[in-house]
């Protein structure tokens, strides 16, 4: 066997013993139980002051809808964003909190096939809280945090907001109890 | 053309498994969903009676080449299966989300490399360019496939996208094929067609019986309805009541400071 040879049986064999590996690890991740995927969803999902987030959500959310009247709520300063929400660590949870979201949505799809266009829509506000937090984190390297973070800060949140509010949603397409009483009030 | 008893049973095998499986796809209404599956079906029945006329009544430079074209047709379909698959995957909607085309498209470059790579590294011991070029493009269409149908997986995984079924078990069939399609070409190219066939017909056998079990494995999968839903499990019940609740809580906190 000369040594070309050799390496060419070298390189198949790595090739396939990766290959093998990826589909077997696939096939592993599949064949785990629903409900241990749904536990391990559950952990994932880092604790926020969800108060802070529908507050500042809200403030945006309401001046656009009502831009021109005047707003009754109390308006958020944008100084107090930063300090609300924890600076960008708090943002970078919630960066990583829509991923579990979109999972969370996945998951239901198993049971739900109607799911598929919420998911989609939690997939596309994902990118969205993704490229804010990356802007945010240029400004931050360049010492422009407090300038950028009410602009992009608050943009991000609200797609946070918008995102739990999809999946409370889809939870109720899921027929869970009280959670139409909860659209009502919405 | 000398064809043993093994050569036309696997013959007979592979065209009476096409039909039923061409049946299955008709009678369960899967042939819209699939239309790249059924069409790759479909040309094989043909491929089969094409090659066994050419067979019985041409040349074997007859044979050869329509072996050979058939074969880069049977390529084309494989690729626009994929296409099929990663549709039905990865734009559900219609539309390919940013953030995985973009990690397709990776996929794509990435395959075509490595395949490339391995078919350029492959040097079978041949009597003819043509036959080491044969051989060589076999494996890198091989690998490329294989590539193809285990990234889409591993890609499906790290976006969350849940396999419906029957793409699940089309994809699935790809992939056990052609890694096992991997292992025969580098048999053929390791030993070849210089001195004696014998180790390349009993090679092509194999990889035609891995096909027809894949074939009956689509029969069964495709003739089998998809599982019903799932059920919320109760526990689950009450996580998400208990999510309700708070999202209750903190709308109620944010009315009140709102009406201050």
Redesign the interface.
């Known amino acids: 066997m000369n040594t070309h040879t050799v390496y060419f049986l070298l390189a198949v064999a790595i090739f396939l013993a990766v290959l093998i590996a990826a589909a077997g690890h696939d096939y592993y991740r599949a064949r785990r139980s629903p409900q241990e995927s749904w536990e391990s969803l559950m952990r994932r999902l880092i604790s926020v002051d969800r108060a802070s987030v529908a507050r500042i959500a809200l403030d945006l959310l309401e001046e656009s809808e009502q831009s021109g009247k005047d707003d009754t709520g109390t308006a958020v300063e944008p100084s107090d964003i930063l300090q609300l929400i924890g600076g960008l660590k708090g943002l970078e949870i919630l960066e990583k909190n829509s991923q579990v979201l979109i999972e969370m949505a996945s998951y239901l799809q198993r049971s739900y096939p109607e799911a598929l266009i919420i998911a989609e829509q939690l997939r596309q506000n994902a990118r969205e809280i993704e490229s804010h937090v990356g802007r945010l984190r240029g400004a931050a390297q360049n010492g422009n945090l407090e300038i950028s973070f009410p602009f992009y800060g608050q943009r991000a949140i609200a797609t946070y907001y918008l995102m739990t509010r999809r999946l409370l949603n889809l939870y109720e397409q899921g027929n869970v109890p009280m959670l139409a009483d909860l659209q009502k009030a919405l | 053309m000398h064809l043993t008893g093994l050569d036309l049973f696997f013959w007979a095998a592979s065209f009476l498994g096409h039909l039923v499986l061409l049946f299955v796809l008709w009678k369960r209404h899967r042939a819209k969903l699939f239309p790249f599956f059924t069409t790759l079906i479909s040309t094989n029945i043909l491929r089969t009676i094409a090659l066994y006329m050419v067979v019985r009544l041409g040349t074997k430079d007859n044979y050869f080449y329509t072996y050979w074209s058939l074969a880069l047709l049977d390529t084309i379909l494989q690729l626009c299966i994929a296409y099929e698959m990663a549709s039905h995957v990865f734009r559900?909607?219609g539309v390919w989300?940013?953030?995985v085309r973009k990690s397709f498209f990776w996929l794509l470059g990435l395959s075509v490399f490595?395949a490339c790579?391995?078919g350029w590294?492959?040097?079978p011991p041949t009597r003819s360019v043509v036959q080491a070029l044969v051989i060589k493009t076999n494996l890198f269409a091989a690998?490329w496939m294989?590539?193809l149908f285990?990234?889409m997986?591993?890609l499906s995984?790290r976006?969350?996208?849940?396999w419906n079924t029957h793409v699940a078990a089309i994809a699935k069939g790809f992939?056990v094929y052609s890694?096992v399609n991997?292992?025969i070409e580098?048999g053929h190219?390791?030993f070849g067609v210089r001195q004696s066939t014998q180790a390349y017909t009993a090679l092509s056998h194999l990889r035609i019986a891995v096909y027809l079990g894949c074939v009956v494995y689509w029969i069964v999968a495709l003739w089998l309805d998809a599982p019903p839903?799932?059920?919320?499990?109760e526990?689950?019940?009450a996580?998400?009541?208990t999510?309700?609740?708070?999202?209750?809580y903190?709308?109620q906190?944010?009315r009140s400071?709102?009406e201050?």
Request: hydrophobic share 40%; proline share 4%; glycine share 6%.
């Open positions: 559900p909607m989300a940013s953030d490595l790579g391995l590294l492959a040097s690998a294989s590539e285990v990234g997986m591993t995984r976006v969350n996208r849940p992939g890694i991997v292992v580098t190219t390791y839903s799932q059920q919320l499990t526990k689950m019940r996580q998400l009541f999510l309700q609740r708070k999202v209750e903190d709308l906190s944010l400071r709102r201050l």
